[in-house]
Nanobody, 115 residues
Framework: QVQLLESGGGLVQPGGSLRLSCAAT????????MGWYRQAPGKQRELVAR???????TYADSVKGRFTISRDNAKNTVYLQMISLKPEDTAVYYC?????????WGQGTQVTVSS
């Protein structure tokens, strides 16, 4: 019913910045909370940030002060602005959304932080 498409990933040097976007498409009546998760090879998937429809945000301790999540409800899009990137941020970043009481996931976008 709902498809999520992430974009904005890439290769950056430590200290660099990236801005991820995730657009929800398909038959959408209402998009509630949206968030970003990430998973590095061999590691568990973890919550990076999430945002409610009203704009209340939550961040993982590891990204506080460096990442900013925002959303455009009219466009059903969520963003993740990442600055001061570290090699430890390297992972596949997945968009998540709660729509009609069900959770939807994107296919992920690769973020690589390396010299």
């Amino acid at each position: 019913q709902v498809q999520l498409l992430e974009s904005g990933g890439g290769l950056v040097q430590p200290g660099g910045s990236l801005r991820l976007s995730c657009a929800a498409t398909g038959t959408i009546f209402r998009v509630n909370a949206m968030g970003w998760y990430r998973q590095a090879p061999g590691k568990q998937r973890e919550l990076v940030a999430r945002i409610t429809r009203d704009g209340m945000t939550t961040y993982a301790d590891s990204v506080k002060g460096r990442f900013t999540i925002s959303r455009d409800n009219a466009k059903n899009t969520v963003y993740l602005q990442m600055i001061s990137l570290k090699p430890e941020d390297t992972a596949v970043y997945y968009c998540n959304a709660l729509v009609l009481g069900a959770t939807s996931w994107g296919q992920g976008t690769q973020v690589t932080v390396s010299s």
